[in-house]
């Protein structure tokens, strides 16, 4: 809660309300078709159904020490970041079925940790050998 630091910039903070809030409908219309995604594409690849409440948890609004704008900003930012971080995995889960192959690092890109497991970036010989032959057998 680093704005109690800033009072000073609470009329900053007031003007950024829209902005913040006006994520929710995108928010939301991703969770909509994320789950639609979810729900038939991993059932057709038989990939297991990623759980959910593991990484959405809406559980601060409750705390009674909390003023209700308090509560309201806690179930957005439970909600949206918990929703971010199930897309991801969703996302990476379908990464690791459809391609498999590491990203090439840089300077700027570091690949995230499920990358690990992938065929190495630009090895073709390892992609024939580990991919390509075992389609053909």
Known sequence: MNYFKFPEKAVHHIASIPFV????????ILDIFLEIYHQICFRLYDLPLVPRGAYIKIDRHRLEYL????????????????????AM???????????GIQHKEDDIFKAPDHHKSFLPHGDRDYFEEKIIKKLKD
């Open 21 to 28: 809030y006006l994520m929710v409908f995108p928010i939301v």
């Open 67 to 86: 003023d209700n704008v308090q509560k309201i900003n806690c179930v957005y930012c439970g909600y949206s970041n918990g929703l971010i971080k199930y």
């Open 89 to 99: 995995v969703i996302f990476a889960e379908t990464e690791a079925y459809w391609c």
